[in-house]
Antibody, heavy 122, light 116 residues
Framework: EVQLVESGGGLVKPGGSLRLSCAASGFTFSSYSMNWVRQAPGKGLEWVSSISSSSSYIYYADSVKGRFTISRDNAKNSLYLQMNSLRAEDTAVYYC???????????????WGQGTLVTVSS | QPVLTQPPSSSASPGESARLTCTLP?????????IYWYQQKPGSPPRYLLYYYSDSDKGQGSGVPSRFSGSKDASANTGILLISGLQSEDEADYYCMIWPSNAPRVFGGGTKLTVL
């Protein structure tokens, strides 16, 4: 069974930093691209960042570029998001999501974790 | 960055069909993209439902009932999620998404579906 478990959320002051983790199990983590997607309270979904299976390709939303860093450790089956210079507008539930890629088909976000809440407030 | 427009709310009665739309901006042709659909119930993460490109190129998520299907209306530049035989458990928020080449993936604002 595919499982994605996020951790590391919490309350942080504006300008502060936080590191989120996503522990993966039930599949060959090193074969899949992974993503972070966030959802502000009462709002819709916003894609944040993606990383390819071998970390060769990394992408960020403009809203976090230069402040957030995505990384992964395939030996530990883990995905990370280092968040620096946090702002109030970064307050959201952050989800870890897997991409499924096969010949002629790409499924973004075929599995999602339960999410971890990040609150940026003084 | 494109903006996908979804009606904020929709409603239908049990047993009826619900047609949820996702309109692309005029400078982006719906015919060129997979339209992905996700369901989110309160307090839960999103769930992948399906994608639709054409009648010959589409896919259902694992365990997703065949009552959920996708289509496009090219004349309206719109992706469509059709839910037939509505059940109370279908009450949820529904999000569409596109993934342009070499560009960030974009979600619509979501539609809250109420089963009356």
């Amino acid at each position: 069974e595919v499982q994605l478990v996020e951790s590391g959320g919490g309350l942080v002051k504006p300008g502060g930093s936080l590191r989120l983790s996503c522990a993966a199990s039930g599949f060959t983590f090193s074969s899949y691209s992974m993503n972070w997607v966030r959802q502000a309270p009462g709002k819709g979904l916003e894609w944040v960042s993606s990383i390819s299976s071998s970390s060769s390709y990394i992408y960020y939303a403009d809203s976090v570029k230069g402040r957030f860093t995505i990384s992964r450790d395939n030996a530990k089956n883990s995905l990370y998001l280092q968040m620096n210079s946090l702002r109030a507008e970064d307050t959201a539930v952050y989800y870890c999501a897997r991409d499924y890629t096969a010949v002629a088909v790409n499924i973004p976000g075929d599995y999602w974790g339960q999410g971890t809440l990040v609150t940026v407030s003084s | 960055q494109p903006v996908l427009t979804q009606p904020p709310s929709s409603s239908a009665s049990p047993g009826e069909s619900a047609r949820l739309t996702c309109t692309l901006p005029s400078d982006i042709n719906v015919g060129s993209y997979n339209i992905y659909w996700y369901q989110q119930k309160p307090g839960s993460p999103p769930r992948y439902l399906l994608y639709y490109y054409s009648d010959s190129d589409k896919g259902q998520g694992s365990g997703v009932p065949s009552r959920f299907s996708g289509s496009k209306d090219a004349s309206a530049n719109t992706g469509i999620l059709l839910i037939s035989g509505l059940q109370s458990e279908d009450e949820a928020d529904y999000y569409c998404m596109i993934w342009p080449s070499n560009a960030p993936r974009v979600f619509g604002g979501g539609t809250k579906l109420t089963v009356l």
